[in-house]
């Protein structure tokens, strides 16, 4: 209980003084005083409601601000989650997409990217006329060279053999793996004298490849045969004028080149 006034302190002693009992107000100065004093307790209980109110409202803004800060960081987190999640399935796409269009072994292009990029560059070659040259590569006796050194040897010649024409084609040429030990090289904007120039430069960078076999070195050759995109062809039909070609220089005695018709 608060402490009383000078003013309550007097109503009190007159309230208690004997010679007052009889006094016609003393009554009335009585009823005033309880009254006064309900209202005063009345005001308590309301002030001590009101802070337990406010005490309520404060933790539960407190408890709201933290539920709102546990949820924004499970949200933060859910979004890194979601970031890196992102991040693995387009890393995943992109090498999904890599498997699908390059060799497993040689990592060059695979055939199925090497028919897209025929298709669009014949279509670009008539579209404009533009030349375009198409040149299959076979790697000389390599049946022979499983047979004889085994399979890890004949890769290692596949390997070797790929990464020599990665480096004597051009910028703009691309060499895929069309099956097994042959290859395709596309050379869009290459009319045949160019195009010669750059395979026969190709042929002799092989034959002057060795392949390490243990404590022996290993020679390799290449047969190429090469066809020039006709006006009146598509691409399917210049590859097999290059086949007939690569044909060709097998019969004639390999570690050679020969032009299609």
């Known amino acids: 209980m608060r402490g009383q006034n000078p003013l309550e302190s007097q109503v009190v002693e007159s309230l208690s003084d004997p010679q007052n009992q009889g006094h016609p107000l003393h009554e009335t100065l009585s009823q005033l005083w309880e009254a006064h004093h309900s209202l005063l307790n009345r005001i308590e209980r309301i002030a001590r409601v009101s802070d337990g109110y406010q005490s309520i409202v404060r933790d539960r803004e407190m408890t709201l601000s933290a539920r709102f800060d546990k949820q924004l960081r499970q949200l933060e987190k859910v979004a890194r989650i979601s970031d890196r999640y992102q991040t693995m399935l387009r890393d995943l ?104 120039r750059v395979i026969e430069r190709l042929r002799e960078a092989v034959a002057n490849l060795r392949v390490r076999v243990n404590d022996d070195s290993l020679s390799v050759t290449v047969s190429l045969g090469m066809a020039q995109l006709r006006a009146d062809e598509n691409y399917s039909s210049a590859i097999n004028r290059a086949d007939v070609a690569l044909l060709r220089a097998k019969r004639n005695g390999r570690d050679r080149y020969e032009l299609a018709d």
Do not use: Q
């Open 93 to 196: 796409n992109i090498a999904l997409k890599e498997a699908s269009t390059h060799d497993a072994l040689t990592g060059i292009a695979n055939r199925r990217l090497l028919t897209e990029r025929l298709r669009e560059e014949t279509e670009r070659a008539k579209r404009y006329s533009r030349p375009l040259c198409v040149v299959m590569v076979d790697i000389d006796r390599f049946k022979a060279i499983n047979d004889d050194y085994g399979h890890e040897v004949g890769d290692n010649v596949l390997m070797e053999v790929v990464r020599v024409m990665e480096a004597e084609i051009r910028e703009h040429d691309l060499c895929g793996r069309w099956g097994g030990e042959e290859f395709l090289l596309l050379m869009p904007e290459t009319s045949t004298e160019s195009a010669v």
